[in-house]
């Protein structure tokens, strides 16, 4: 019963490189959604997606790019870290519209030096 | 656009105390509000929720009433154990929608 996946869990990375953050879900929900959790601001939506082959941008999407080329992946990328980047990354997801309780994965923390 | 305000943390209670978190919500439509709870070093967990006004959500002796009159979700326990220090995130789902929006977090710290 995995349920949300995320990959890596820790990760420093140096200004100016690039990685994918990697989630995964085995439970078929429709909509995935990526976040950052930063000390005093509870979650910030990055982007999401409602389905396969579809992503959109949240509330904070400068500096990410995402795809969603099968339904249970949701990958978050990082053309070029910069320190403002350093957080924690949570990918969660929902079965439907009618069905939004988000379970999450257990984080992955960033540092950008 | 719509919003959730939550009481700001910490919040630092004795073994066995009553516990209240205040929540608000700006909505335009009818939300789900929710609970999350995250334990340290994991990922946010749905603790409760309510889909209509005047639902009661519960679980794990926590409950909060969906009172749409006052645009409040409160979460409250009667007797808190140390086992509940964490951080609370209240929360809504837009109306016919997907996304969920989340207050910034309380952090509870439970002392034996």
């Known amino acids: 019963n995995a349920g949300v996946t995320q990959t890596p869990k820790f990760r420093v990375l140096k200004t100016g490189q690039s990685m994918t953050l990697l989630c995964a879900q085995d439970?078929?929900?429709?909509?995935m959604y990526w976040y950052r959790q930063d000390p005093g601001m509870g979650l910030r939506l990055i982007h999401y997606?409602?389905?396969?082959?579809?992503?959109a941008k949240g509330e904070v999407p400068d500096g990410y790019n995402v795809s969603r080329l099968k339904k249970q992946n949701f990958l978050l990328g990082l053309e070029s870290a910069a320190p403002s980047q350093t957080s924690v990354y949570f990918c969660?997801?929902?079965?439907?519209?009618?069905?939004?309780?988000?379970?999450f994965g257990q984080g992955t923390r960033l540092t950008v030096v | 656009g719509n919003s959730v305000t939550q009481m700001e943390g910490p919040v630092t209670l004795s073994e066995e105390a009553f516990l209240t978190i205040n929540c608000t919500y700006t909505a335009t439509g009818y939300p789900s509000l929710f609970w999350y709870v995250q334990y340290p070093g994991e990922g946010l967990q749905l603790l409760l929720k309510a889909t209509k006004a005047d639902d009661k959500g519960s679980n794990k002796g926590f409950e909060a009433t969906y009172r749409k009159e006052t645009t409040s979700f409160h979460l409250e326990k009667g007797s808190v154990q140390v086992s509940d220090s964490a951080v609370y995130f209240c929360?809504?789902?837009?109306?016919?929608?997907?996304?969920?929006?989340f207050g910034a977090g309380t952090r509870l710290f439970v002392k034996a």
């Open positions: 997606s409602v389905g396969e082959g579809t992503t």
């Open positions: 439970m078929n929900h429709e909509y």
């Open positions: 929360a809504l789902s837009e109306d016919g929608g997907f996304k969920t929006i």
């Open positions: 969660a997801s929902s079965l439907d519209s009618l069905n939004t309780e988000a379970f």
